[in-house]
Protein backbone atom coordinates (compact mmCIF):
# COMPACT_ATOMS: atom_id res chain seq x y z
CA UNK A 1 0.00 0.00 0.00
CA UNK A 2 1.18 3.41 -1.12
CA UNK A 3 0.50 7.17 0.69
CA UNK A 4 0.86 9.63 -2.09
CA UNK A 5 2.02 12.57 -0.74
CA UNK A 6 2.90 16.52 -1.71
CA UNK A 7 2.72 18.95 0.70
CA UNK A 8 2.88 23.41 0.18
CA UNK A 9 4.95 24.46 3.01
CA UNK A 10 5.35 28.10 4.28
CA UNK A 11 9.02 28.66 3.72
CA UNK A 12 11.27 30.35 6.19
CA UNK A 13 14.65 28.53 7.96
CA UNK A 14 15.18 25.28 8.08
CA UNK A 15 12.71 23.41 10.85
CA UNK A 16 10.42 26.38 11.06
CA UNK A 17 8.50 25.88 8.36
CA UNK A 18 4.94 25.06 8.46
CA UNK A 19 2.21 22.90 6.64
CA UNK A 20 -0.08 24.86 4.50
CA UNK A 21 -1.92 22.38 2.50
CA UNK A 22 -1.52 19.05 2.34
CA UNK A 23 -2.59 16.14 -0.54
CA UNK A 24 -2.51 12.44 0.24
CA UNK A 25 -4.08 9.59 -1.93
CA UNK A 26 -3.85 6.11 -0.46
CA UNK A 27 -3.14 4.12 -3.71
CA UNK A 28 -2.96 0.29 -3.40
CA UNK A 29 -0.94 -0.33 -6.69
CA UNK A 30 -4.17 -0.11 -8.96
CA UNK A 31 -6.28 2.43 -7.44
CA UNK A 32 -6.95 4.93 -5.06
CA UNK A 33 -8.76 3.33 -2.42
CA UNK A 34 -8.61 6.78 0.01
CA UNK A 35 -8.03 10.39 -0.38
CA UNK A 36 -6.95 13.55 2.08
CA UNK A 37 -6.74 16.64 0.53
CA UNK A 38 -6.62 20.29 2.71
CA UNK A 39 -5.54 23.11 3.39
CA UNK A 40 -4.21 23.96 7.03
CA UNK A 41 -3.92 27.06 9.12
CA UNK A 42 0.24 27.03 9.98
CA UNK A 43 0.03 29.43 12.72
CA UNK A 44 2.94 31.15 10.87
CA UNK A 45 3.05 33.77 8.23
CA UNK A 46 4.19 32.17 4.23
CA UNK A 47 6.92 33.26 2.88
CA UNK A 48 6.48 35.95 -0.05
CA UNK A 49 7.98 34.22 -3.03
CA UNK A 50 5.67 30.97 -1.42
CA UNK A 51 2.46 33.16 -2.03
CA UNK A 52 3.29 34.33 -5.53
CA UNK A 53 4.60 30.60 -6.47
CA UNK A 54 1.41 28.88 -4.96
CA UNK A 55 -1.76 31.28 -4.41
CA UNK A 56 -1.94 30.56 -1.20
CA UNK A 57 -2.25 33.58 1.07
CA UNK A 58 -2.49 33.97 4.78
CA UNK A 59 -5.85 35.21 4.41
CA UNK A 60 -6.73 32.18 2.77
CA UNK A 61 -5.73 29.75 5.93
CA UNK A 62 -7.44 31.83 9.07
CA UNK A 63 -10.27 29.56 9.09
CA UNK A 64 -8.44 26.67 8.06
CA UNK A 65 -7.70 24.11 11.08
CA UNK A 66 -4.94 23.48 12.32
CA UNK A 67 -2.74 20.81 12.02
CA UNK A 68 -3.35 19.17 15.28
CA UNK A 69 -6.95 18.87 14.13
CA UNK A 70 -6.10 17.05 11.44
CA UNK A 71 -2.89 15.04 12.61
CA UNK A 72 -5.27 11.68 13.47
CA UNK A 73 -6.48 11.26 10.09
CA UNK A 74 -2.73 11.85 8.70
CA UNK A 75 -1.98 8.71 10.24
CA UNK A 76 -5.16 6.62 9.41
CA UNK A 77 -4.56 7.03 6.03
CA UNK A 78 -0.92 6.24 5.87
CA UNK A 79 -0.94 3.56 8.29
CA UNK A 80 0.71 0.84 6.72
CA UNK A 81 1.27 2.29 4.17
CA UNK A 82 5.12 3.69 1.95
CA UNK A 83 5.17 7.10 1.67
CA UNK A 84 5.26 8.39 -1.93
CA UNK A 85 6.71 11.87 -3.15
CA UNK A 86 9.07 13.76 -5.52
CA UNK A 87 11.59 14.83 -3.49
CA UNK A 88 10.31 12.45 -0.51
CA UNK A 89 13.05 13.62 1.95
CA UNK A 90 11.46 16.94 1.83
CA UNK A 91 7.65 16.24 2.39
CA UNK A 92 8.72 13.47 5.04
CA UNK A 93 10.91 15.74 7.15
CA UNK A 94 8.13 18.44 7.14
CA UNK A 95 5.28 16.23 7.89
CA UNK A 96 7.68 14.55 10.70
CA UNK A 97 8.46 18.13 12.12
CA UNK A 98 4.63 18.64 12.22
CA UNK A 99 4.08 15.69 14.36
CA UNK A 100 7.22 16.57 16.64
CA UNK A 101 5.43 19.58 17.62
CA UNK A 102 2.73 17.58 18.82
CA UNK A 103 5.01 15.16 21.08
CA UNK A 104 4.54 12.18 18.49
CA UNK A 105 7.46 10.16 16.38
CA UNK A 106 5.82 9.76 13.67
CA UNK A 107 7.82 7.18 11.20
CA UNK A 108 6.94 5.53 8.04
CA UNK A 109 8.81 4.46 5.00
CA UNK A 110 9.64 6.07 2.29
CA UNK A 111 9.75 6.00 -1.91
CA UNK A 112 11.03 9.00 -3.81
CA UNK A 113 10.09 9.41 -7.28
CA UNK A 114 12.99 11.30 -7.98
CA UNK A 115 15.44 8.44 -7.70
CA UNK A 116 13.09 6.03 -9.02
CA UNK A 117 12.57 8.08 -12.35
CA UNK A 118 16.50 8.60 -12.35
CA UNK A 119 16.62 4.81 -12.33
CA UNK A 120 13.90 4.22 -14.91
CA UNK A 121 14.46 7.03 -17.00
CA UNK A 122 17.52 7.69 -16.86
CA UNK A 123 17.78 9.66 -20.64
CA UNK A 124 15.22 12.85 -18.94
CA UNK A 125 16.42 15.96 -19.75
CA UNK A 126 15.34 16.89 -16.21
CA UNK A 127 13.68 14.92 -13.56
CA UNK A 128 11.99 17.93 -12.02
CA UNK A 129 8.31 17.40 -11.48
CA UNK A 130 7.02 20.07 -13.74
CA UNK A 131 9.73 19.45 -16.50
CA UNK A 132 9.88 15.21 -16.15
CA UNK A 133 5.83 15.25 -16.36
CA UNK A 134 5.29 17.52 -19.39
CA UNK A 135 8.33 15.36 -21.49
CA UNK A 136 5.90 12.14 -20.82
CA UNK A 137 2.74 13.71 -22.22
CA UNK A 138 1.48 13.52 -18.76
CA UNK A 139 -1.22 15.97 -18.23
CA UNK A 140 -1.50 18.06 -15.04
CA UNK A 141 -3.21 21.21 -13.15
CA UNK A 142 -2.73 22.83 -10.44
CA UNK A 143 0.97 22.95 -10.39
CA UNK A 144 2.34 24.03 -7.30
CA UNK A 145 -0.58 23.21 -5.16
CA UNK A 146 -0.54 19.66 -3.04
CA UNK A 147 -3.74 18.40 -4.96
CA UNK A 148 -2.24 19.04 -8.23
CA UNK A 149 1.28 17.97 -7.37
CA UNK A 150 -0.08 15.02 -5.90
CA UNK A 151 -2.03 13.81 -8.91
CA UNK A 152 1.17 14.39 -10.69
CA UNK A 153 3.01 12.51 -8.67
CA UNK A 154 0.42 9.56 -8.78
CA UNK A 155 0.03 9.23 -12.42
CA UNK A 156 4.24 9.35 -12.43
CA UNK A 157 4.49 6.90 -10.23
CA UNK A 158 2.05 4.41 -12.31
CA UNK A 159 4.16 4.52 -15.14
CA UNK A 160 7.14 3.58 -12.59
CA UNK A 161 5.61 0.70 -11.60
CA UNK A 162 5.00 -0.48 -15.30
CA UNK A 163 8.40 0.53 -16.17
CA UNK A 164 10.08 -1.45 -13.64
CA UNK A 165 10.10 -4.40 -15.79
CA UNK A 166 12.48 -6.20 -12.72
CA UNK A 167 9.98 -5.63 -9.86
CA UNK A 168 12.56 -4.20 -7.81
CA UNK A 169 9.65 -1.76 -6.44
CA UNK A 170 7.04 -3.78 -6.15
CA UNK A 171 9.21 -6.97 -4.74
CA UNK A 172 10.52 -4.82 -1.55
CA UNK A 173 7.07 -4.03 -0.68
CA UNK A 174 6.08 -7.82 -0.97
CA UNK A 175 9.17 -8.45 1.46
CA UNK A 176 7.96 -5.85 3.94
CA UNK A 177 4.20 -6.81 4.27
CA UNK A 178 4.97 -10.81 3.38
CA UNK A 179 6.46 -11.66 7.28
CA UNK A 180 4.94 -14.33 8.59
CA UNK A 181 2.19 -16.72 7.71
CA UNK A 182 -0.81 -15.90 5.18
CA UNK A 183 -3.69 -14.84 8.00
CA UNK A 184 -7.06 -16.20 7.54
CA UNK A 185 -8.75 -12.91 5.89
CA UNK A 186 -5.21 -13.07 3.08
CA UNK A 187 -6.43 -16.14 0.99
CA UNK A 188 -9.84 -13.89 0.51
CA UNK A 189 -8.12 -11.02 -0.71
CA UNK A 190 -5.98 -13.03 -3.49
CA UNK A 191 -9.65 -14.64 -4.16
CA UNK A 192 -11.01 -11.45 -4.80
CA UNK A 193 -8.46 -9.61 -7.22
CA UNK A 194 -10.37 -8.16 -10.01
CA UNK A 195 -11.75 -9.72 -12.96
CA UNK A 196 -9.41 -8.21 -15.71
CA UNK A 197 -6.92 -8.74 -17.70
CA UNK A 198 -3.88 -8.99 -17.38
CA UNK A 199 -1.03 -10.17 -15.54
CA UNK A 200 -0.47 -12.27 -11.88
CA UNK A 201 2.41 -12.16 -9.95
CA UNK A 202 2.61 -15.39 -7.24
CA UNK A 203 5.30 -14.61 -4.31
CA UNK A 204 6.41 -16.93 -1.43
CA UNK A 205 6.93 -16.15 2.48
CA UNK A 206 10.31 -14.42 1.70
CA UNK A 207 9.06 -12.17 -1.01
CA UNK A 208 10.48 -14.23 -3.82
CA UNK A 209 8.04 -14.57 -7.30
CA UNK A 210 7.25 -18.46 -7.99
CA UNK A 211 5.21 -17.72 -10.58
CA UNK A 212 3.72 -15.43 -13.32
CA UNK A 213 0.70 -15.87 -15.16
CA UNK A 214 -1.55 -14.26 -17.72
CA UNK A 215 -5.40 -14.07 -18.54
CA UNK A 216 -8.18 -12.20 -19.60
CA UNK A 217 -9.39 -12.56 -15.86
CA UNK A 218 -7.36 -12.58 -13.14
CA UNK A 219 -9.75 -13.20 -10.42
CA UNK A 220 -11.00 -16.37 -12.62
CA UNK A 221 -7.32 -17.55 -12.95
CA UNK A 222 -5.93 -17.08 -9.99
CA UNK A 223 -9.11 -18.91 -8.12
CA UNK A 224 -8.20 -21.86 -10.38
CA UNK A 225 -5.02 -21.79 -8.97
CA UNK A 226 -5.88 -22.17 -5.40
CA UNK A 227 -8.91 -25.07 -6.23
CA UNK A 228 -7.35 -27.46 -8.86
CA UNK A 229 -5.85 -30.23 -8.05
CA UNK A 230 -2.92 -30.59 -10.46
CA UNK A 231 0.72 -31.03 -9.59
CA UNK A 232 1.63 -27.12 -10.32
CA UNK A 233 -1.48 -26.00 -8.37
CA UNK A 234 -0.91 -28.12 -4.83
CA UNK A 235 2.65 -26.40 -4.78
CA UNK A 236 1.30 -23.11 -5.82
CA UNK A 237 -1.42 -23.41 -2.83
CA UNK A 238 1.30 -24.55 -0.34
CA UNK A 239 3.58 -21.75 -1.13
CA UNK A 240 2.07 -19.00 -2.48
CA UNK A 241 1.53 -15.96 0.27
CA UNK A 242 0.86 -12.65 -1.77
CA UNK A 243 -0.83 -12.05 -5.21
CA UNK A 244 -0.15 -9.20 -6.90
CA UNK A 245 -1.38 -8.09 -10.28
CA UNK A 246 -0.27 -5.73 -13.21
CA UNK A 247 -3.92 -5.00 -15.61
CA UNK A 248 -2.99 -4.48 -19.27
CA UNK A 249 -6.30 -4.29 -20.89
CA UNK A 250 -4.92 -5.46 -23.76
CA UNK A 251 -4.52 -9.18 -24.21
CA UNK A 252 -1.81 -8.92 -26.36
CA UNK A 253 0.20 -7.12 -23.89
CA UNK A 254 -0.53 -9.14 -21.16
CA UNK A 255 0.50 -12.31 -23.27
CA UNK A 256 3.97 -10.14 -24.20
CA UNK A 257 4.48 -9.52 -20.47
CA UNK A 258 4.45 -12.76 -19.12
CA UNK A 259 6.74 -14.18 -21.56
CA UNK A 260 9.57 -11.52 -20.87
CA UNK A 261 9.05 -11.32 -17.42
CA UNK A 262 9.31 -14.87 -16.99
CA UNK A 263 12.75 -14.93 -18.59
CA UNK A 264 13.61 -11.81 -16.59
CA UNK A 265 12.54 -13.45 -13.05
CA UNK A 266 12.78 -16.93 -14.01
CA UNK A 267 10.12 -18.14 -11.36
CA UNK A 268 10.51 -21.92 -10.67
CA UNK A 269 7.43 -22.44 -11.49
CA UNK A 270 7.16 -21.05 -15.15
CA UNK A 271 8.20 -23.71 -17.99
CA UNK A 272 11.68 -22.19 -19.90
CA UNK A 273 10.47 -18.66 -21.09
CA UNK A 274 12.69 -18.98 -24.02
CA UNK A 275 11.54 -21.77 -25.85
CA UNK A 276 10.30 -21.90 -29.11
CA UNK A 277 6.81 -21.03 -28.80
CA UNK A 278 6.01 -21.73 -32.66
CA UNK A 279 6.70 -25.13 -34.36
CA UNK A 280 5.94 -24.18 -38.30
CA UNK A 281 6.60 -21.67 -40.83
CA UNK A 282 5.05 -20.30 -43.94
CA UNK A 283 7.01 -18.16 -46.37
CA UNK A 284 7.19 -17.61 -50.39
CA UNK A 285 9.40 -19.52 -52.59
CA UNK A 286 9.31 -18.66 -56.34
CA UNK A 287 8.58 -22.21 -58.55
CA UNK A 288 9.98 -22.75 -62.15
CA UNK A 289 6.76 -20.97 -63.70
CA UNK A 290 7.97 -18.22 -62.11
CA UNK A 291 4.73 -18.28 -59.92
CA UNK A 292 5.68 -17.22 -55.71
CA UNK A 293 4.15 -19.97 -53.56
CA UNK A 294 3.34 -20.49 -49.92
CA UNK A 295 4.93 -23.80 -48.27
CA UNK A 296 4.32 -24.90 -44.80
CA UNK A 297 7.38 -26.45 -43.19
CA UNK A 298 8.75 -27.17 -39.45
CA UNK A 299 11.47 -24.98 -38.15
CA UNK A 300 13.26 -24.90 -35.35
CA UNK A 301 13.72 -20.95 -36.73
CA UNK A 302 11.74 -18.39 -37.61
CA UNK A 303 13.40 -16.66 -40.98
CA UNK A 304 12.64 -12.80 -41.13
CA UNK A 305 10.62 -13.25 -44.27
CA UNK A 306 8.54 -15.83 -42.76
CA UNK A 307 5.41 -16.23 -40.32
CA UNK A 308 5.36 -18.71 -37.00
CA UNK A 309 2.59 -20.90 -36.23
CA UNK A 310 1.64 -22.81 -33.19
CA UNK A 311 1.42 -26.03 -34.89
CA UNK A 312 0.17 -27.65 -38.37
CA UNK A 313 -3.65 -27.01 -38.04
CA UNK A 314 -2.95 -23.27 -37.04
CA UNK A 315 -0.44 -22.84 -40.60
CA UNK A 316 -3.42 -24.58 -42.58
CA UNK A 317 -5.91 -22.56 -41.76
CA UNK A 318 -4.05 -19.39 -42.11
CA UNK A 319 -3.42 -20.54 -45.95
CA UNK A 320 -7.31 -20.89 -46.22
CA UNK A 321 -8.02 -17.66 -44.62
CA UNK A 322 -5.85 -15.92 -46.98
CA UNK A 323 -7.34 -17.92 -50.14
CA UNK A 324 -10.21 -16.30 -49.29
CA UNK A 325 -9.73 -13.16 -48.65
CA UNK A 326 -7.07 -12.24 -51.44
CA UNK A 327 -8.80 -14.68 -53.79
CA UNK A 328 -5.00 -16.56 -54.43
CA UNK A 329 -4.58 -18.46 -57.37
CA UNK A 330 -4.85 -22.20 -56.53
CA UNK A 331 -1.12 -22.64 -57.33
CA UNK A 332 -0.03 -19.96 -54.90
CA UNK A 333 -0.72 -22.32 -51.78
CA UNK A 334 -0.64 -25.64 -53.90
CA UNK A 335 2.72 -24.96 -55.58
CA UNK A 336 1.60 -27.08 -58.54
CA UNK A 337 2.95 -25.97 -61.90
CA UNK A 338 -0.52 -24.99 -63.34
CA UNK A 339 -0.41 -23.02 -66.24
CA UNK A 340 -1.14 -18.77 -66.74
CA UNK A 341 -4.30 -19.27 -68.51
CA UNK A 342 -5.80 -21.38 -65.34
CA UNK A 343 -4.41 -19.10 -62.93
CA UNK A 344 -4.03 -15.88 -64.05
CA UNK A 345 0.05 -14.40 -65.08
CA UNK A 346 2.54 -15.06 -62.36
CA UNK A 347 2.59 -11.30 -61.84
CA UNK A 348 -1.26 -10.71 -61.16
CA UNK A 349 -1.27 -13.67 -58.79
CA UNK A 350 2.47 -13.61 -57.16
CA UNK A 351 0.85 -9.43 -56.12
CA UNK A 352 -2.18 -10.64 -54.40
CA UNK A 353 0.41 -13.23 -52.18
CA UNK A 354 2.45 -10.39 -51.48
CA UNK A 355 -0.58 -8.64 -50.89
CA UNK A 356 -1.29 -11.12 -48.02
CA UNK A 357 2.18 -11.01 -46.32
CA UNK A 358 2.56 -7.46 -46.66
CA UNK A 359 -0.49 -7.51 -44.22
CA UNK A 360 -0.09 -9.80 -41.71
CA UNK A 361 3.84 -9.37 -41.45
CA UNK A 362 5.56 -7.11 -39.28
CA UNK A 363 8.79 -7.21 -41.50
CA UNK A 364 10.27 -3.84 -41.43
CA UNK A 365 7.22 -2.19 -40.64
CA UNK A 366 7.76 1.01 -38.27
CA UNK A 367 4.01 0.63 -36.46
CA UNK A 368 1.93 1.43 -34.11
CA UNK A 369 -0.70 -1.18 -32.46
CA UNK A 370 -3.89 0.11 -30.69
CA UNK A 371 -5.63 -1.92 -28.28
CA UNK A 372 -7.65 -1.76 -25.15
CA UNK A 373 -6.66 0.17 -22.36
CA UNK A 374 -7.30 -0.01 -18.15
CA UNK A 375 -10.16 1.97 -18.49
CA UNK A 376 -12.15 3.87 -20.45
CA UNK A 377 -10.79 6.68 -22.09
CA UNK A 378 -7.56 5.07 -22.45
CA UNK A 379 -5.83 2.54 -25.11
CA UNK A 380 -2.68 0.72 -25.11
CA UNK A 381 0.18 1.06 -27.35
CA UNK A 382 2.94 -1.26 -28.77
CA UNK A 383 5.55 0.11 -30.69
CA UNK A 384 6.96 -1.77 -33.25
CA UNK A 385 10.41 0.33 -35.44
CA UNK A 386 12.09 -2.00 -38.30
CA UNK A 387 9.81 -4.58 -37.54
CA UNK A 388 11.10 -5.46 -33.89
CA UNK A 389 9.03 -4.66 -30.93
CA UNK A 390 10.02 -1.64 -28.72
CA UNK A 391 7.86 -1.88 -26.17
CA UNK A 392 4.32 -0.68 -24.27
CA UNK A 393 2.66 1.64 -22.84
CA UNK A 394 -0.90 3.34 -21.95
CA UNK A 395 -1.98 6.73 -23.66
CA UNK A 396 -5.33 8.80 -22.67
CA UNK A 397 -4.73 11.98 -25.06
CA UNK A 398 -4.79 11.33 -28.84
CA UNK A 399 -2.49 13.88 -29.52
CA UNK A 400 0.10 11.16 -27.65
CA UNK A 401 -0.53 8.13 -30.15
CA UNK A 402 0.64 10.22 -33.22
CA UNK A 403 3.99 11.80 -31.36
CA UNK A 404 6.58 8.94 -32.01
CA UNK A 405 9.05 10.82 -29.50
CA UNK A 406 6.13 10.63 -26.24
CA UNK A 407 5.20 6.96 -27.25
CA UNK A 408 9.43 6.57 -26.55
CA UNK A 409 9.32 8.31 -23.93
CA UNK A 410 6.20 7.13 -21.87
CA UNK A 411 6.57 3.32 -23.44
CA UNK A 412 7.64 -0.01 -20.91
CA UNK A 413 10.63 -1.16 -23.33
CA UNK A 414 10.59 -4.60 -24.39
CA UNK A 415 13.62 -6.59 -26.04
CA UNK A 416 11.94 -8.25 -28.97
CA UNK A 417 12.96 -11.71 -30.53
CA UNK A 418 11.32 -14.41 -32.68
CA UNK A 419 8.84 -15.30 -30.16
CA UNK A 420 7.70 -11.72 -29.65
CA UNK A 421 7.52 -11.68 -33.33
CA UNK A 422 5.33 -14.80 -33.18
CA UNK A 423 3.37 -13.58 -30.73
CA UNK A 424 2.30 -10.01 -31.90
CA UNK A 425 1.72 -11.66 -35.55
CA UNK A 426 -0.47 -14.74 -34.21
CA UNK A 427 -2.75 -11.64 -32.24
CA UNK A 428 -2.63 -9.67 -36.20
CA UNK A 429 -4.29 -12.71 -37.84
CA UNK A 430 -7.12 -13.11 -35.43
CA UNK A 431 -10.38 -11.52 -36.91
CA UNK A 432 -10.56 -8.91 -34.34
CA UNK A 433 -6.95 -8.24 -34.11
CA UNK A 434 -5.81 -4.83 -32.57
CA UNK A 435 -5.72 -1.32 -34.88
CA UNK A 436 -2.94 -0.45 -36.36
CA UNK A 437 -0.92 2.66 -37.44
CA UNK A 438 2.16 2.75 -39.66
CA UNK A 439 4.80 5.18 -38.67
CA UNK A 440 6.35 6.99 -40.80
CA UNK A 441 10.26 6.85 -41.42
CA UNK A 442 12.24 9.46 -39.55
CA UNK A 443 13.98 12.08 -42.06
Known sequence: MYAILDI?????????????????YRFDGHQVVDQF?????????????????????????????????????????????????????????????????????????????????????PDAESHSLGKLVRSLGIATSDRHRANGDAQATLKLFKLLLGKDTDKKIITEVMREETHGELSPNQLDIVLNLPSETGVYYMYDKDGAIIFIGKTKNIKKRVNQHFTNVGSLARKLQKETKKVAFEATGSELVAVLKEYLES????????????????????????????????????SRFLKPDKMGFNGLASAKSFLDKIRSEFELCPCSIDGNNQTPDENGTAEECNTKIMSALEKYNILDKDMVILDRGRQTGERSFILIKSGVLQGYGHVELNYQINNIHILESIMTPMSGDENTTFIIQSFLRKSNAPKTIALNPKP
Not at 8 to 24: D, L, P, W
Not at 57 to 81: D, G, Q, W
Not at 265 to 281: V, W
Request: with cysteine.
Open 8 to 24: ESTGGKYNEEGIMEIAI
Open 263 to 298: FKNKPKYNNNPRKKLFSHIIGPEQNESGYITLKIEK
Open 37 to 121: ICLINPEREIQPFVSKLTGINNKMLRSAPKFHEVAKRIVEITENAIIVAHNAQFDYRILRTEFRRLGYDYQRKTLCTVDLSKQLI
